[in-house]
Each structure stands twice: as structure tokens, then as C-alpha cells.
């Protein structure tokens, strides 16, 4: 009887730890804003519950993949490596240890 006891405890225990662990997600950033008022291009974003960091990915409209230009805390970016007339694609993930969200909705802007 005691083995038993302790076999159904341990079970308990095992699916205790893996229902916490499937908890371990950010969700990806929302509200994602995208403007110019002079020479940078700024992205804005909600902060996202637990996300300590934020990287801003970007690709230009003739462009196959996207390449990560910016990481940090801070919930907006300045993209002053703009060309007036071009393209740009943005989308932005949130960050807390080694948790990456899914990808916030790409937004895009034709520089001024």
C-alpha cells in the first residue's frame, strides 16, 4: 500500500511540474506602432507581462528575411539607418531569460 501511495504522489508531483512549465510563455507584443515625425522611423509597442527585453526586427520590402537591429528594455526604437522612399518592415518579440515570444504583427512605413 505504501508503494502504491508513493507512486500516485510522484505521478501527482510529475504532472504538478510539467503543467507549471507548459505556463513558461510570454505572449508576443501588441499594439505595435509605427510613425515618423522627422528623420527617425519610431516603433512602439505595449510591454508584455514578464518580458525583461524586447528585440526589434526589420527588412526592406525587396528584402527575403528579416535581421534583428535592436535589443534592450525599452519599449520603443528609433530607426534612424533609413533611406526616404524605401519600405520598411517591422515586427518585434519579447524576451525573458531564454523565453522568446511569438512574433508581434508586422507593421510597415514608407520612409519621408
Known amino acids: 500500500m505504501k508503494k502504491y501511495l508513493y507512486q500516485i504522489m510522484f505521478i501527482n508531483l510529475m504532472l504538478l511540474h510539467l503543467?507549471?512549465?507548459?505556463?513558461?510563455?510570454?505572449?508576443?507584443?501588441?499594439?505595435?506602432k509605427v510613425s515618423q515625425d522627422g528623420t527617425p522611423i519610431k516603433v512602439e509597442w505595449d510591454a508584455v507581462s514578464g518580458a525583461t527585453a524586447y528585440a526589434v526586427s526589420k527588412k526592406e520590402?525587396?528584402?527575403?528575411?528579416?535581421?534583428?537591429?535592436?535589443?534592450?528594455?525599452?519599449?520603443y526604437y528609433e530607426d534612424y539607418n533609413i533611406i526616404s522612399g524605401y519600405n520598411y518592415f517591422y515586427y518585434v518579440t519579447a524576451f525573458s531569460g531564454d523565453l522568446e515570444s511569438d512574433p508581434s504583427e508586422t507593421v510597415n512605413i514608407t520612409a519621408k
Open 19 to 32: 503543467l507549471n512549465c507548459s505556463n513558461d510563455t510570454l505572449n508576443a507584443p501588441e499594439n505595435i
Open 61 to 75: 520590402a525587396n528584402e527575403a528575411a528579416f535581421s534583428t537591429i535592436y535589443y534592450a528594455d525599452r519599449l
